[in-house]
């Protein structure tokens, strides 16, 4: 027999939350959910809630440039879980994940903000 439970779900509220919580993911998406940009395991985020919000904006401006459309969110993911959105959605590694269609000469800049090594990209 199936069981009716049904897995709760907690959403992370916030950065300092999700700095804290185990397993907790970051995630980038835009065009309304249509493109997952990137995830990361929060515990290798190490720049400041402010700077992930300008990538966030930088990213979005070369892929769809719709302000509206894009958000950064937190989710308790495992590593290799797949995140649902258009474009093939995206995955959880245990290191950053950048979808394919993101311009590869700005992958290594995205994870030198990640890192905490930059402050924001240069497009």
Not at 6 to 30: P, R, S
Not at 80 to 105: F, R
Request: with cysteine; glycine share 8%; hydrophobic share 30%.
């Amino acid at each position: 027999r199936k069981s009716d439970k049904v897995e709760e779900y907690e959403a992370i509220k916030n950065f300092n939350d999700a700095k804290t919580t185990e397993n907790c993911v970051l995630i980038f998406e835009g065009d309304y959910g249509g493109q997952i940009y990137l995830t990361c395991p929060m515990k290798y985020v190490q720049c400041n809630e402010q700077i992930l919000k300008q990538l966030l904006n930088d990213i979005d401006k070369l892929q769809w440039d719709d302000e509206e459309g894009c958000r950064m969110y937190y989710e308790i993911h495992k590593i290799g879980d797949d995140i649902i959105g258009g474009m093939s959605g995206g995955h959880v590694n245990d290191h950053l994940w950048i979808h394919d269609e993101i311009n590869t000469e700005i992958k290594q800049q995205i994870q030198d903000v990640i890192d905490g090594k930059k402050e924001k990209i240069y497009i």
